[in-house]
Nanobody
Framework: QLQLVESGGGSVQPGGSLRLSCAAA?????????IGWFRQPPGSEREGVSC????????TYLDSVKGRFTISRDNAKNTVYLQMNDLTPEDTGVYYC?????????????????????WGQGTQVTVSS
């Protein structure tokens, strides 16, 4: 079955940047799937951050990251990226990617976390001075 692997997390100072990657590890093509990025701050619930609809059909962003984060795809590398710029301590958390199982081909606003599955293992992002 489909397996996702997140990478690219780390520790940065406020104002820094990171690029997260979400790759399929089981031979499935991500081009045909709507992929969401989520994050879970310590002690808090998971929230939707960004979404890329299948075949580039739509993109969405959490209001607090608009203008700072960019979701993109490199279909040749079978990877979905989340470029994160101007990071703040409020961006700290474990970041996950997952597949929208409803298969509409487009992103909901806001992201409907209960529709997603095949969660990756997560990658830690820490923003601190």
């Amino acid at each position: 079955q489909l397996q996702l692997v997140e990478s690219g997390g780390g520790s940065v100072q406020p104002g820094g940047s990171l690029r997260l990657s979400c790759a399929a590890a089981s031979g499935f093509s991500l081009e045909g799937y709507t992929i969401g990025w989520f994050r879970q701050p310590p002690g808090s619930e998971r929230e939707g951050v960004s979404c890329s609809g299948s075949r580039g059909g739509s993109v969405t962003y959490l209001d607090s990251v608009k203008g700072r984060f960019t979701i993109s795809r490199d279909n040749a590398k079978n990877t979905v990226y989340l470029q994160m710029n101007d990071l703040t301590p409020e961006d700290t958390g474990v970041y996950y990617c997952a597949v929208d199982l409803v298969l509409t081909g487009r992103c909901g606003e806001p992201l409907r976390i209960y529709e997603y599955g095949y969660w990756g293992q997560g990658t830690q992002v820490t923003v601190s001075s």
